[in-house]
């Protein structure tokens, strides 16, 4: 199984980018997944994640402005960040669990947001 994330970049305060990530290759099922973020100095913190049947989890840090979203045909997941702050500022990367048990991590994607 191998993860590809794309879409990460530099933002002015209050704007918005799309995270994107597609988990490859055969015989596994997706039981869930999400992204997490790393700041320097940090741990990495979950940010948002969808289940299988579509269940969503956001911390308080980003409800109201990250949405996270899946195409089941795809083996996609996005997360739609708006309302950027520089607290967001971290390297996102992004999680799949699957069916037969198994965890995988996607390459991280920077996030920054400045003025």
């Known amino acids: 199984v191998q993860l590809q994330a794309s879409g990460g970049g530099s933002v002015q305060p209050g704007g918005s980018l799309r995270l994107s990530c597609t988990a490859s290759?055969?015989?596994?099922?997706?039981?869930?997944m999400g992204w997490h973020r790393q700041a320097p100095g940090k741990q990495r913190e979950l940010v948002a994640a969808i289940t299988a049947g579509g269940t969503t989890n956001y911390p308080d840090s980003v409800r109201g402005r990250f949405t996270i979203s899946r195409d089941n045909a795809k083996n996609t997941v996005y997360l739609q960040m708006n309302d950027l702050k520089p607290e967001d500022t971290a390297v996102y990367y992004c999680?799949?669990?699957?069916?037969?048990?198994?965890?995988?991590w996607g390459q991280g994607t920077q996030v920054t947001v400045s003025s």
């Open positions: 999680r799949l669990l699957t069916t037969p048990s198994g965890a995988y």
């Open positions: 290759g055969s015989g596994f099922g997706i039981r869930l």
